[in-house]
């Protein structure tokens, strides 16, 4: 059974760091997508960045140059180092998986997700 689990949210002042951690168990973790989501109260799901199976990464325009994603393959862990946090960070976040060694923007691509970690951000 394919599991993801997500760790290390909490709160922060704008401006400070955070490290998110995603845990894959139950399949071929160095083979494929990897993904972040976050979805704040109202809002619809966005990503945040996308890990593919031969490392390429994309990030999204307002995480660009502040968040950074790593890979973790002795620890099937795939990390989210989150810097210059701001409120409009403030979301829940979700790490994501899929059968596909490609990654997409749109959340229907992936068929595994975590339980998610709450990331807030105050000014």
């Known amino acids: 059974e394919v599991q993801v689990v997500e760790s290390g949210g909490g709160s922060v002042q704008a401006g400070g760091s955070l490290r998110l951690s995603c845990e894959g168990s139950g399949y071929t973790y160095s083979t494929y997508c990897m993904a972040w989501f976050r979805q704040a109260p109202g809002k619809g799901r966005e990503g945040v960045v996308i890990?593919?199976?031969?490392?390429?990464?994309s990030y999204a325009d307002s995480v660009q140059d502040r968040f950074t994603i790593s890979r973790d393959y002795a620890k099937n862990t795939l990390y989210l180092e989150m810097n210059r946090l701001k409120p409009e960070d403030s979301a829940m976040y979700y790490c994501?998986?899929?059968?596909?060694?490609?990654?997409?923007?749109?959340?229907?691509?992936?068929?595994?997700w975590g339980q998610g970690t709450q990331v807030t951000v105050s000014s």
């Open positions: 890990n593919e199976g031969d490392g390429g990464t």
């Open positions: 994501a998986t899929t059968d596909f060694k490609r990654c997409n923007w749109s959340d229907g691509w992936y068929k595994y």
